[in-house]
């Protein structure tokens, strides 16, 4: 299994940035996908998931409202849309999977960051 993030930057407080997580062929529709974050010094941190079906999402209370996780199975891609973001957003993200649906993120790509100025 492959995950492949980008799409983080440099944003100022109030913007908006998309996250891309390419992915390996056929997985979307078999694993559960989740992004985590990791801000400085602090630990990693659930930000929003989405079932293998794709009918359900879930979301962080931080980010409930703001962020919205999606998923493209033709292009073998999985999205973070992320608006109103605030500096405490400020993390880098990782994309992730869930082969035995129990919840238990087995496989991670690398992190891409977000940086969100005041």
């Known amino acids: 299994v492959q995950l492949q993030a980008s799409g983080g930057g440099l944003v100022q407080a109030g913007g908006s940035l998309r996250l891309s997580c390419a992915a390996s062929?056929?997985?979307?529709?078999?694993?559960?996908m989740g992004w985590f974050r990791q801000a400085p010094g602090k630990g990693r941190e659930f930000v929003a998931g989405?079932?293998?079906?794709?009918?359900?999402?879930y979301y962080a209370d931080s980010v409930k409202g703001r962020f919205t996780i999606s998923r493209d199975n033709a292009k073998n891609t999985v999205y973070l849309q992320m608006n109103s973001l605030k500096p405490e957003d400020t993390a880098v993200y990782y994309c992730?999977?869930?082969?035995?649906?129990?919840?238990?993120?087995?496989?991670w790509g690398q992190g891409t960051l977000v940086t969100v100025s005041s």
């Open positions: 062929e056929g997985i979307l529709s078999s694993y559960e």
């Open positions: 989405l079932s293998w079906s794709g009918g359900r999402t």
């Open positions: 992730t999977a869930d082969s035995n649906l129990d919840m238990i993120y087995d496989y």
